[in-house]
């Protein structure tokens, strides 16, 4: 005869087992994601020639790493001639180091984290969610690369011209600290890239029949306001209101691009389900 105490071990096993599964894949997720940051923050690479070939050779190098490349590279392109950068404070370059580094890493690292989620989450999955991951996994790394594209190229270099200009008309000495400059770019990019996913949330709220593409559109004047909320969160606040305008309008049109492409979905889903 089975005991309480028995039914109750055996109920428990197997959220054990799920929490181990899920402590596994988190740990393989984050070796990735950890040896990726040490590669980019303290090693750096050259090309040489063996018997007529050129090979890539990696070595230790934590003063000219790949992230100081990075940092190099976004000092010549995003910052306007005239602005200077200084240290502030001891460990400033560091840090920015540091900070460019996990960004990278996190990215590069992404298809393995999304593996390892996927092989957790899969299996309690039912095939309309299944298919609904796949089919947008690919849509919200292109918008998230997008997102990411125009802050690069047109947020950030406004927002530093602006700030050289508006400078130098109080006349003070146009100076920005490294340690700023970095967390600034970074973080534009990853919050612009992340307020792109508007629409692919609008999308697959309709695909999987939580809301209606009739519910986006009767309420077009939130999902504007929600736009602009965006805009004023992700914006540095530095422009007067040009970014935050421009952001707004931009994400407003995605919002309708998603109303869109949710009434698409929701007519051929209720295609699918009648010629069932």
Same mark, same amino acid.
């Given at each position: 005869?089975?005991?309480?105490?028995?039914?109750?071990?055996?109920?428990?096993?197997?959220?054990?087992?799920?929490?181990?599964?899920?402590?596994?894949?988190?740990?393989?997720?984050?070796?990735?994601?950890?040896?990726?940051?040490?590669?980019? %923050?303290?090693?750096? /690479?050259?090309?040489?020639?063996?018997?007529? =070939?050129?090979?890539?050779?990696?070595?230790?190098?934590?003063?000219?790493s790949?992230?100081?490349?990075?940092?190099?590279? /976004?000092?010549?392109?995003?910052?306007?001639?005239?602005?200077?950068?200084?240290?502030?404070?001891? =460990?400033?370059?560091? *840090?920015?180091?540091? *900070?460019?580094?996990? =960004? /990278?890493?996190?990215l590069v690292?992404?298809?393995?984290? %999304?593996?390892?989620?996927?092989?957790?989450?899969?299996?309690?999955?039912?095939?309309?969610?299944?298919?609904?991951?796949?089919?947008?996994?690919?849509?919200?790394?292109?918008?998230?690369?997008?997102?990411?594209?125009?802050? *690069?190229?047109?947020?950030?270099?406004?927002?530093?011209?602006?700030i050289?200009? /508006?400078?130098?008309?109080?006349?003070?000495?146009?100076?920005?600290?490294?340690? +700023?400059?970095? +967390?600034?770019?970074?973080?534009?990019?990853?919050?612009?890239?992340?307020?792109?996913?508007?629409?692919?949330?609008?999308?697959?709220?309709?695909?999987?029949?939580?809301?209606?593409?009739?519910t986006?559109?009767?309420?077009?004047?939130?999902?504007?306001?929600? +736009? %602009?909320?965006?805009?004023?969160?992700?914006?540095?606040?530095?422009?007067?209101?040009?970014?935050?305008t421009?952001?707004?309008?931009?994400?407003? +049109?995605?919002?309708?691009?998603?109303?869109?492409?949710?009434?698409?979905?929701?007519?051929?889903?209720?295609?699918?389900?009648?010629?069932?």
């Amino acid at each position: 005869m089975v005991t309480r105490t028995e039914q109750i071990k055996d109920q428990e096993r197997p959220l054990l087992d799920h929490l181990r599964e899920l402590a596994l894949r988190l740990r393989r997720a984050l070796i990735v994601l950890a040896v990726i940051f040490v590669f980019l %923050f303290a090693f750096d /690479f050259t090309f040489v020639k063996v018997y007529g =070939f050129t090979l890539p050779v990696i070595y230790p190098n934590l003063f000219h790493s790949i992230s100081s490349r990075l940092i190099v590279f /976004f000092i010549h392109h995003e910052l306007p001639k005239g602005l200077e950068l200084i240290n502030i404070n001891p =460990f400033d370059t560091m *840090y920015a180091s540091a *900070y460019i580094s996990f =960004f /990278f890493a996190l990215l590069v690292s992404i298809p393995v984290i %999304f593996y390892e989620l996927w092989g957790f989450i899969a299996p309690g999955l039912y095939e309309n969610e299944k298919k609904v991951i796949k089919n947008f996994a690919l849509p919200a790394f292109v918008l998230f690369l997008a997102g990411s594209s125009f802050a *690069y190229f047109i947020i950030i270099p406004f927002m530093m011209k602006f700030i050289l200009i /508006f400078t130098h008309s109080l006349g003070v000495e146009p100076t920005l600290g490294l340690k +700023s400059f970095i +967390s600034t770019l970074v973080t534009l990019m990853l919050a612009t890239g992340l307020a792109f996913e508007f629409p692919l949330v609008m999308i697959s709220l309709t695909y999987v029949g939580l809301v209606k593409a009739e519910t986006w559109q009767r309420n077009w004047r939130w999902g504007v306001m929600g +736009s %602009f909320i965006i805009a004023w969160m992700i914006s540095p606040g530095t422009t007067g209101g040009i970014i935050e305008t421009t952001i707004g309008i931009i994400l407003s +049109s995605l919002f309708f691009i998603g109303v869109g492409v949710s009434k698409v979905v929701e007519r051929r889903n209720q295609n699918i389900n009648l010629a069932r």
